[in-house]
Nanobody, 124 residues
Framework: QVTLVESGGGLVQAGDSLRLTCAVR????????MAWFRQSAGKERELVSG????????DVAESVKGRFFVSRDNAKNEAYLDVDILKPEDTAVYYC?????????????????WGQGTQVTASS
């Protein structure tokens, strides 16, 4: 069994930065590519970023490009989402997801393992 545990969320001021961490626990070999999704109140969950198994490939949604950065440290079995210049519209529950294949996918249905989510609230 493998689990993903997100941390780093909280209440922050708009304009600040934060780092979300996703820790892979258990059978880490079941998680290769990883992704970050977010879901705001009343909206569908959306893909924010993806990263390949070795970190060589990354992708970030156009809506947050230039402010969101994804990375991973396989020695620590962790992935990160660095968010710069938070905006009120970034307020959402952020989820980490993983899949056994080495490249990230666009659809949440392609991810087999999910974290419980971490709330990020950017106040204006």
């Amino acid at each position: 069994q493998v689990t993903l545990v997100e941390s780093g969320g909280g209440l922050v001021q708009a304009g600040d930065s934060l780092r979300l961490t996703c820790a892979v626990r258990g059978r880490t070999e079941y998680v290769a590519a990883m992704a970050w999704f977010r879901q705001s109140a009343g909206k569908e969950r959306e893909l924010v970023s993806g990263i390949g198994d070795d970190g060589g490939y990354t992708d970030v949604a156009e809506s947050v490009k230039g402010r969101f950065f994804v990375s991973r440290d396989n020695a620590k079995n962790e992935a990160y989402l660095d968010v710069d210049i938070l905006k009120p519209e970034d307020t959402a529950v952020y989820y980490c997801a993983g899949r056994a294949r080495g490249y990230p996918a666009q659809s949440e249905e392609d991810y087999t393992t999910w974290g419980q989510g971490t709330q990020v609230t950017a106040s204006s």
